[in-house]
């Protein structure tokens, strides 16, 4: 009779990625027996080389949330140009109520941001910038305006194909 050997599991791929929660969103319905809560995660992943991506999910407990919200920022990565430490030009972004305007720094002045912005940027792979939040500081709103605004950031071969120039450095 053959015995039964258990398989060796393979260790977890490493991703490149690294998440970071942003924020935690709890929610409750009162019924009957008293209150039903719910949570919601807000998590920025990125591998600070460029590629960042912003997710959201649901679920009754927290770790199931985050592990949603993961998920979906992993589908939602978007690539960023970047200069150096920094990013080519000052650029701002609306989504919705939120306003974010973010400005390239000297090297050395580090990331001078909120949490919600912060998150975006360090992941992004910014690490000298200056920015400033208008309006809403709703972290969910701020976040999507953050990415909003790296996505229109053009680096200088880009502008120059765009209006069919050569610029002297």
């Known amino acids: 009779m053959a015995q039964w050997k258990p398989q060796k599991q393979s260790p977890p791929e490493e991703s490149p990625y690294q998440e970071q929660v942003v924020k935690i969103y709890r929610c409750s319905t009162v019924v009957k027996g008293g209150r039903r809560f719910s949570f919601a995660a807000l ?36 690539s960023v140009n970047l200069l150096g430490t920094s990013i080519p030009h000052q650029t701002s972004a609306k989504y919705r109520a939120s306003k974010v305007v973010l400005v390239p ?12 912005v912060r998150a975006v940027l ?48």
């Open 43 to 78: 998590v920025v992943v990125g591998d600070k080389n460029g590629n960042v991506g912003v997710g959201y999910g649901k679920a009754k407990e927290v770790p199931p949330a985050v592990e949603k919200a993961i998920k979906d920022a992993r589908k939602n990565i978007v």
């Open 122 to 169: 360090e992941l992004a792979g910014v690490h000298d910038v200056l920015t400033k939040v208008f309006g809403s500081t709703s972290a969910k709103n701020v976040v999507k305006a953050t990415l909003k605004a790296l996505q229109t950031l053009c680096n200088r071969e880009e502008i120059e194909k765009l209006r069919g120039v050569t610029a002297q450095a």
């Open 105 to 116: 720094a000297n090297e050395g002045t580090g990331v001078i941001a909120g949490g919600a």
